[in-house]
């Protein structure tokens, strides 16, 4: 095998060096505790993070660039990393400029202290999209830095993402030439609405099993709704959103479109099509049936060497490491999937 790309990394960036590049009012806010939609509470018994992401001195492994760099980087042979930032909730809140400031400055300690920390660092820099004018102008103010190479917002959102509302966004990142990816965790918050279609959860574990729902949501909508012939040069990721439920809505959109293509009119061939042109996921959580030859023929029923490429989620909880994907992925596809298709979507250098 040749590179590793790892497409999902998580960092801990403290609220005290965000302060540094957020204005007031919002510095005085955040430093007093306030940071926008809260989480609905729901109980996680083995938390948000690996209790064993640590130093030998103790020190969370995720939380500075130097242990990040040498505890999972180093330590799995990772030629490159997309850091995906927390804090992509806020982009929900109802107060927009809070929303937006929050975002700029987070973005601000990323390409200031980690994307100058270790070069194979890349970074998804986060947008709210409450207001989607000020995303996009967030887009403009960084979109051209070499580190910087996906817009990242939040998978709960007010509408399904192909809604117009947040067309200005995918505007800017088209003539950026950046993707744009969603994150799940923050379904159910602020103007997000309830987290399921059935309503509030009854447990973490119904609410996280519920995931994958808004990510078929997004998808259909993005299609449906002309996102990627609007903007035929743009590329949407779905991180952490599962894998295998995508050939059975593939296969629905397609049916669908044959009677109903006139409510679709700027829809001129199969949507499935579309998609597997311009939809791209992340492995983790990969599905795990008893009989692997089942992922297998999942895998079969897409174009998973162009759209499927390799996560760790490190330091959550669920996390995957590299060789337990590849124990997963046949044979034929661990090249595309380990780095192929990321070093061409975000443009890594190949040695």
């Known amino acids: 095998m040749g590179m590793i790309v790892d497409t999902d990394v998580h960092c801990g960036v403290s609220k005290q060096r965000m302060l540094d590049f957020l204005p007031e009012p919002w510095r005085t806010r955040v430093a007093d505790g306030s940071d926008g939609p809260g989480h609905l509470g729901y109980w996680n018994p083995n938390g948000v993070n690996r209790r064993d992401a640590v130093t030998p001195d103790g020190r969370r492994i995720e939380g500075d660039p130097q242990t990040l760099a040498q505890y999972h980087f180093d330590h799995y042979n990772i030629d490159f990393g997309i850091l995906n930032a927390g804090g992509v909730h806020v982009g929900l809140s109802p107060e927009p400029d809070f929303a937006a400031a929050y975002c700029s400055a987070m973005n601000d300690v990323y390409v200031n202290d980690w994307l100058t920390a270790d070069e194979r660092f890349r970074y998804s820099m986060i947008v709210s999209p409450a207001d989607p004018a000020l995303a996009a102008d967030e887009i403009h103010r960084l979109g051209d830095h070499p ?12 509408y399904g993402y192909g809604h117009r509302f947040y067309h200005p966004i995918y505007e800017a990142a088209e003539t950026r030439g950046l993707p744009v990816a969603i994150h799940p965790g923050s379904e159910g918050r602020g103007v997000s609405g309830a987290p399921s279609s059935a309503g509030y959860p009854g447990s973490y574990f119904e609410w996280h099993s519920n995931l994958v729902g808004s990510y078929i ?13 609007k903007y035929p040069g743009l590329k949407f990721v779905l991180i952490e959103g599962g894998v295998s439920w995508l050939p059975p809505v593939l296969w629905r959109l397609d049916k669908n479109w044959k009677s109903l293509r006139m409510t679709v009119p700027w829809l001129e061939r199969p949507p499935g099509e579309i998609a597997c042109e311009h939809i791209l996921l992340t492995t983790q959580p990969i599905e795990e049936p008893d009989n692997i030859a089942h992922l297998h023929a999942m895998l079969g029923m897409f174009p998973a060497d162009r759209m499927l490429m390799f996560s760790t989620d490190f330091p959550h ?3 995957d490491t590299p060789d337990f994907a590849l124990r997963l992925l046949p044979a034929d596809l661990r090249d595309a999937v380990m780095w192929e298709t990321a070093c061409r979507l975000y443009r890594l250098p190949v040695p």
């Open 317 to 319: 909880w669920d996390g």
């Open 147 to 158: 580190g910087v190479v996906q817009v990242l917002m939040p998978s709960g959102a007010q």
């Open 217 to 229: 949501a997004h998808m259909i909508s993005l299609v449906a709704e002309g996102v990627f012939i």
